[in-house]
């Protein structure tokens, strides 16, 4: 198996969109509950921000709650998390990993919302 990839990061204006992916080579994501993470310049440890389960169900934290949506694809060999209404305090450097957090980490993409 292959190192887990995030991409799709960049630089973005408070208000803005940006769609983030996660491939894992020679993994199939639909037997695990999945997840997206981020670690803030200033975050100790890495916040869980949405989670999807085997069975489709989604979960997300308050503060990205109606902004944000985690997906999987139909061949569940990618996972993307659709940010919009993006604000400030959302910069951080975004992962995705199994909710338990299984697999070694990635190295992230880079999230800064700024004008």
């Known amino acids: 198996q292959g190192q887990t990839v995030e991409s799709g990061g960049g630089l973005v204006q408070p208000g803005g969109s940006l769609t983030l992916s996660c491939a894992r080579p020679?993994?199939?994501?639909?037997?695990?509950?999945m997840a997206w993470f981020r670690q803030s310049p200033t975050g100790k440890q890495r916040e869980l921000v949405a989670?999807?389960?085997?069975?489709?169900?989604?979960k997300y934290i308050d503060s990205v709650k109606g902004r944000f949506t985690i997906s999987r694809d139909n061949s569940s060999t990618t996972m993307t998390l659709q940010m919009r209404s993006l604000r400030p305090d959302d910069t951080a450097v975004y992962y995705c990993?199994?909710?338990?957090?299984?697999?070694?980490w990635g190295q992230g993409t880079q999230v800064t919302v700024s004008s």
């Open positions: 020679g993994t199939f994501f639909l037997p695990y509950r």
């Open positions: 990993n199994t909710y338990t957090t299984i697999w070694p």
């Open positions: 989670d999807i389960s085997r069975d489709g169900t989604t």
